[in-house]
């Protein structure tokens, strides 16, 4: 069951994405060579609890920390830890919130120093990714428009839409129905209406679509070892047509 949010419990899921929104524009200006993931998960929670806010991750299904931090071949859920960024990586970052009842989710993959040609496509067309599903989200069209449109932009690139994971409502609890892959046949689905609040969430490997998770039962990684790049907003429906919660106008 979808459970639609009336106009004052999107501001509230507002407040909650646009924390997220800072830490993610935070992190943009800590990034470099050099500095841990811990250091920025760190950095993350103090931020979240400053706010009056929870980070959304931390304790979720025995998760240990505030921020999913992968870098390169790592798809999504890598663990802060005690590595370094190095000049040329490219690191998806993670955030979730929970402030006043409603949950707010966002990620981004940035690059760390310069990055190769393959790497620099790859973060924009899943960007790119993101925005066409964000675009599909209107009145009267269904569901899978938006994972058909994610879908064909990054197959149109020469890349692969992640298979394992998928987007996903939010409210209340960070995933509610319906779940919202990245690929799919167009006019199927679920109707899109007002109040439906989702998490888009492209995650695309520039190989194969295969993923495997590490020994630390979290990291997932692209089977081929292949970069992967992850961007999420949290997208409301408005009778305004969409509206993304998690961005700062
Ligand atoms: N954005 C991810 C999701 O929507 C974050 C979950 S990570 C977890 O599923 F650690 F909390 F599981
Ligand atoms: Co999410």
Redesign the pocket.
């Known amino acids: 069951m979808i459970i639609l949010k009336s106009p004052d419990e999107i501001e509230k899921m507002r407040e909650a994405s646009l924390i997220v929104a800072d830490v993610l524009d935070e992190i943009e200006k800590l990034i470099e060579p050099g500095i841990t993931t811990e250091e920025l998960d760190r950095f993350s929670e103090n931020l979240i609890m400053k706010r009056g806010a929870r980070p959304a991750f931390l304790g979720y299904l025995g998760y240990p920390k505030t921020l999913c931090t992968s870098i390169n071949e790592q798809v999504v859920h890598g663990i802060p830890g005690p590595t370094k960024l190095k000049e040329g990586d490219i690191i998806g970052v993670?955030c979730?919130a929970l402030l006043n009842g409603y949950f707010g989710?966002?990620?981004r993959t940035y690059p760390v120093g310069r990055i190769s040609d393959e790497a620099s496509r790859l973060l924009c067309v899943t960007k790119e990714a993101l925005f066409k599903g964000i675009k599909e989200m209107k009145e009267g069209n269904r569901l899978h428009d938006i994972s058909a449109a994610i879908q064909n932009h990054v197959e149109s690139a020469g890349f692969s839409v992640v298979r394992q994971f998928v987007?996903?409502g939010?409210g209340k609890k960070?995933?509610e129905p319906p779940s919202v892959p990245n690929y799919g046949t167009p006019h199927t689905g679920p109707l899109l209406e007002k109040g439906l609040v989702l998490?888009l969430?492209p995650m695309v490997n520039a190989g194969d679509y295969n993923i495997e998770i590490l020994d630390d039962g979290w990291t997932a990684v692209s089977k081929d070892r292949s970069l992967s790049a992850h961007f999420?907003h949290?997208v409301a429906l408005t009778d305004q047509g969409y509206d993304i919660l998690s961005l700062r106008m």
Do not use: L, P, R
């Open positions: 993670d979730g989710d966002s990620a987007g996903h939010i960070m995933h998490a969430e999420e949290t």
